[in-house]
């Protein structure tokens, strides 16, 4: 098991595309570190890059103390597990096992068994002798993440290697994937654009964008504190809400003003002034029915426009204002409709201010 | 229903239409030499076998099939061993000119044979290689090559990207690679190459007409075609010549047909 760092890598194309630019991260050992991002920002190239399937523009990559930036992937000693699984249609589940150790003209009898007890470990023992073609979609998932384990390699990378199977078989190998993680306490980069699987499996959650590291934290960090807008937008479900106004004073005392809301903004000392993005959780605005509350200063009357239920809770489409639709998730209990008129409320402990013209997060006072 | 009746009537047409000749010739083949300038039947009414046995017995037959063999079964294997390093590496490996140097072999072969049978003559004599079998064997590469590398650079283009680099990560070289997974998954492309470029060579006319001398070289095409004497063609053992020559060809085609057809990488990617 090893440490794995990334220098300052970039990489281009030659028609001048740049699929990871200045990517430095540090991945510590037996740390799973999920890459998550939206397709095309990269994340897979970074993968890849570890593994050594693409080359490195400039920068560094070192496994373990060894610069491998130069390195062809045979030299690496990192396992990986594709989206395809990509298993060797001509040879059975054991010789696919054992691919990586005949390779490496481990004696025969090492080799199986090391397959056999891989094959225990994760329920495959009496597949051994079928072919790939012969298997479900999970068990060739198993058979891929066998063939990694049996290595037993510097470190695992992962891309994406659960969206091909069914909503059920998913979690069931999320969960299998995280008790692994446990079991082998080995370093492990896990490439996905599922927040949920980023935020379930991740130790830390590298959030990319365009080809650039967003944010780097650990998953409820990443949630409770995004850095940026993007962040703040990509994790969380229901996205966070954003509406664009102007902050009027500074300090305690301020408030917010936009698109019709006006609310009392928490202390951002000297920090926030002029044109900001409030951002709130759908999950905490709250609503109460009825006229009854219009004493609350802090609430504001809205419309609900759309109710979807999803049975725990229901997410609750509200117009005010300027606003076409604000979002909030709201107990089940909750008796709304569609053409309600409603209170709304956004606890300012909740809001999330976020710089208008560079998108970045604006930090409290501290206090 | 009326739909399927119909393709089967135009499938069976099409099959009728293919086959006939060759059935013809087969029947013509079993027909006695006294009765084959007569009215054709479907089933000659005393089959025999003379055709063949002169075929074999007076103008030992054997000779030219052998010269075929060699000459086909060599180009083959030099086509499909370097076609396949060369259709590799243009289909996987990065480097400059790629698109030009696959123009460049398939631009070999736009020469009509015709027109370099008299270059080619003087070039293989200089190297005094007429009437021999690598006089024949290296023009045949020269043209059966660029079919070579373009079906087998197509067939590697279609191999799962994934496997190779999955191979890769778990340590195989190049050449382990190429060894352990890109030819066995290739297998269906590589016997189809070699089926091909045999076909060619076992059919080749004249480059083998015209770089030979006598029988201890001629191939089969050229045999039949030199049954004829002066005053008699005997049409007889020229078919019975045909069949001989056709038949071997046809089987491994039949032989081969479900593994050239057979998806081999059925199961390798998602599924």
Redesign the interface.
Known sequence: MARIRLDHVHKSYPNGYSAARDVSLDIADGELLVLVGPSGSGKSTVLRMI???EKVTSGRILIGDRDVTDL???A?????V?Q???????LTVRDNLG??LA??RQPASAIKERVDAAAESLGLTALLDR?????S?GQ?QRVALG?AIV?DPLAF?FDEPLS?LDAQLRSDTRTELARLHLRLAATMVYVTHDQVEAMTLGTRVAVMHEGALQQVAPPMALYREPANLFVAGFIGSPGMNFVRGRMNGTGAGSAFEGSGLSLALPDYGANASGDVVLGVRPQSITITTGQGDAADGDSWAAAVVLVEALGSEQIVHLATGELRDLVAVVPAELAVAVGDQVRAKIPAGAIHLFDASTGRRISRASS | MSGRVWWRAALAALVLFAALPFVWAMIASLTPGAVLGGAPALWPSHPTLEHYRALFAVRSFWLPIRNSLVVAGTTTALCVTAGAFAAYALARLEMRGKRAILSLILAVTMFPQIAIVSPLYMLLRSLHLIDSYPGLILPYVTFAMPLAVWLLVGFFRQLPRDLEEQAMVDGASRWQVMKRVVLPLSAPGLATTAILTFIYCWNEFLFALSFTLGPERQTVPVAIALFRGQYQIPWGEILAGAIVATAPVALVVLAFQRRIVQGLTAGAVKG
Request: charged share 20%.
């Open positions: 593994a050594g399937l062809p992937p045979q690496r000693d990192v396992a990986m594709f395809s699984y990509a298993l060797y249609p001509h691919f990586g390779v490496r072919k790939p073609a012969q298997l979609g060739r063939r290595r990378l091909n």
